[in-house]
């Protein structure tokens, strides 16, 4: 459910983020509208991407907060704990099938 909800919101994130193509057009609409110089407008674009990249990883951080208060909320087992019970428990089968039959365990 996580890793859904993960995946969905950096697919967003990546579908927002400038492309190389679009960045160099972007610098050369700069360049050409508004007479900025090719090093100013990579210098704006570099920083607008920086912008985007520190936005994508605290939009990360949130969603993950917000998805283990609702795991928590819905009463889930994370995974490794899951896991953890799943190994104990078959591992106290084993003991309790190498047992012999009426004798205390």
Same mark, same amino acid.
């Given at each position: !459910?996580?890793?859904?909800?993960?995946? #969905?919101?950096?697919?967003?994130?990546? #579908?927002?983020?400038?492309?190389?193509?679009?960045?160099? +057009?972007?610098?050369?609409?700069?360049?050409?509208?508004?007479? &900025?110089? +090719?090093? +100013?407008?990579?210098?704006?674009?570099? $920083? !607008?991407?920086?912008?985007? $990249? +520190?936005?994508?990883? $605290?939009?990360?951080?949130?969603? =993950?907060? *917000? &998805?283990? $208060?609702?795991? /928590?909320?819905?009463?889930?087992?994370?995974? /490794? =704990?899951?896991?953890?019970?799943?190994?104990?428990? *078959? *591992?106290?089968?084993?003991?309790?099938?190498?047992? *012999?039959?009426? #004798?205390?365990?």
């Amino acid at each position: !459910m996580f890793e859904l909800l993960e995946k #969905a919101i950096l697919t967003g994130l990546g #579908a927002a983020a400038l492309s190389q193509k679009m960045a160099e +057009e972007f610098v050369k609409d700069l360049k050409d509208k508004y007479k &900025v110089s +090719e090093d +100013e407008g990579r210098a704006f674009l570099d $920083k !607008m991407q920086n912008m985007a $990249k +520190e936005s994508k990883s $605290k939009v990360a951080e949130i969603a =993950e907060a *917000e &998805v283990k $208060k609702v795991i /928590d909320r819905a009463g889930l087992v994370p995974r /490794d =704990e899951f896991d953890r019970l799943s190994k104990r428990v *078959e *591992e106290l089968e084993n003991r309790l099938a190498q047992t *012999e039959p009426g #004798a205390p365990c």
